[in-house]
């Protein structure tokens, strides 16, 4: 075991590695749990194709390495995001990845790749723990739905705080289609729309969703949300919309955070005074 004594360990941030497996890219870091900021550098590498398990795992145990090195060696938690429904460690659909992902058991076969305990958790589930304890969600109760506009949507639900995992709104059939078909990022390039006309086609889904869910709050993530000030104002929706803050990070962060021991990651969020709200200290 190469792992440092458990006194030495104590007197650092607690870290745990964070791997968010996308349509395009595959992105890792350490996290310092503590603050949520990445206590390594960030590395990516495109996913590879056809992105079936047989060519992701080891590209998977090729960043858990580099990044393990980076942290300065010795085993951490890893977690991993995937962009699927996960129900008992197996990734049950494969939207935007290659079909061999369909009802495969992922978390044992990453774990046998990386070597130690994986946890693995949908992508804007994970990008949701992470603006909830860090971000734009911090001390937010009520009903808070993340939606992550990157390739596809995918949604994160939670009541007071607490995650309803493994919602699937970017799927949610609007004009006779997927709803990520229309309102997600990539669309807005590919079929290079003005902001104000894929704002048109966000606010047609957003307002769907509502009159479902009535949530308090809506928090928009994905890269293009650092673009919030060119859509966000078209909106419509009754509820409170904000940009998320770790735009493309959160994926990373929560991804650590769901792997960390669970007096860290499945506290419930609380207002930034409450204490019961942070880690325990160190
Ligand atoms: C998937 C979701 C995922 C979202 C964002 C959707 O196509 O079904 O599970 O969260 O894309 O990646």
New binding site residues.
Partial sequence: MTDRPTSRRRAGPPLAIGIDI?GSGIKGAAVDLATGAFASPRHRIPTPQPSGPAAVLPTVRHLADLIEQDAGGGRRPVGVTF???IIDGSTM?A??VDADWVGYPAETALSSAVGSQVRLI???DAAGLAEMRYGAGRGEKGTVLLL?L??????ALFVDGRLVPNT?L??LEIRGKGA?KRSSAAQRTIRRLSWPEWAALLDEHMRAIERLFWPDLMILGGGVSKNAARFVPLLTVRCRVVPAELKGDAGIVGAALFAAPASWSRRPAGPPTDPGARPPAE
Avoid: K, L, R
């Fill in positions: 996308g962009p699927a429904p659909t939207a935007n949908n992508d804007a992550t990157g390739t596809g949507v995918g949604s699937e970017g799927h990520e």
